[in-house]
C-alpha cells in the first residue's frame, strides 16, 4: 500500500507503440479537459484524451462519485524488448488543493487549540481516507491497463 496520494509506476508490454495508442483510444471516450464531472451515459470505462505517445485518463464511474479517482497521466516509449508506459497516477489539482488546505486547517486546531480526539480525528481521518480509496482506485486502473496492453509487469 502507498501511503500517500500519488504513485509512479511502469508497464512493460509486447505490443508495439501505435498499437498501445490506438488500444487506449479505443477504450476511452474522448475527453479534453477531466474535471470534477462524472459520466454516467457512457459505455466506456475511461474518459481521457491520447496523443501520439502521451495519455490522460480517468475511470468513468457508472454509479456515484468518487472524487479520488486518480488521473493517470502516461508516456508510450519502445525500446528494444517492447513497449515501455510510464505512469504518474496523481489527485485531482483541486482535490490535492483542498487537502493541503483541510490538512493546514486542521492541523492548526490541533496545534494551538486543545488536543483531543476530534481534533485529532478531523485531522487523521482525511489523510487515511484519501489514502485508502486513492489506492483502491489507482490498483483499479493498472489493473485495467495490465489486461487492455497485454502488459508483462
Partial sequence: MNFTPFENTELLS???????????NNNIEFSPKLGLTFKKNTNKHYEGIIT???FKI??????????FIPIAYGKISEFEKGTLI???LRLHPTITLF?????VFSGSLLFFGTLNWHNLLMFILPYFMCTVFFNY??????TDLKIMLKSKK
Avoid: H, P
Fill in 86 to 88: 510510464k505512469m504518474k
Fill in 52 to 54: 501520439e505517445d502521451i
Fill in 58 to 67: 480517468r475511470r468513468n464511474l457508472k454509479n456515484g462519485k468518487n472524487s
Fill in 99 to 103: 487537502l493541503i488546505v483541510f490538512t
Fill in 137 to 142: 482506485e489507482s490498483n483499479i486502473i493498472k
Fill in 14 to 24: 509486447n505490443l508495439k507503440k501505435g498499437e498501445i495508442a490506438e488500444i487506449i
